[in-house]
Nanobody, 116 residues
Framework: QVQLQESGPGLVKPSQTLSLTCSVS??????????WNWVRQPPGKGLEWMGA???????HYNPSLESRTSISWDTSKNQFSLELNSVTPEDNARYFC????????WGKGTLVSVSS
């Protein structure tokens, strides 16, 4: 039932901020017990959880990325967003947003390249 769709630029220059938005349909992002995640997958590598915003608005981050990562939301638009600062080519990846409440629902992901 939950539908998610990532959007944002597919190309980011080194040192810039990567900004992505996840649009959510069929459930409010403030619904109790849900949390809303960002996950990425670099080419040829496994999934890496980046962080999440809970239904209450609290946030949690992967310690390895916390210093560069910010997750926020706009409840009026039923969207949540990711910002990743000071990107390098190591941040090349497919970025996914997903919901979790007992089971997970994933967006299709969006490729982001970091290149000058």
């Amino acid at each position: 039932q939950v539908q998610l769709q990532e959007s944002g630029p597919g190309l980011v220059k080194p040192s810039q901020t990567l900004s992505l938005t996840c649009s959510v349909s069929n459930v409010s992002i403030t619904t109790i017990n849900y949390y809303w995640n960002w996950v990425r997958q670099p080419p040829g590598k496994g999934l890496e959880w980046m962080g999440a915003i809970r239904y209450s608005g609290s946030t949690h981050y992967n310690p390895s990325l916390e210093s560069r990562t910010s997750i926020s939301w706009d409840t009026s638009k039923n969207q949540f967003s990711l910002e990743l600062n000071s990107v390098t080519p190591e941040d090349n990846a497919r970025y996914f947003c997903l919901s979790h409440y007992g089971m997970s629902h994933w967006g299709k992901g969006t490729l982001v390249s970091v290149s000058s």
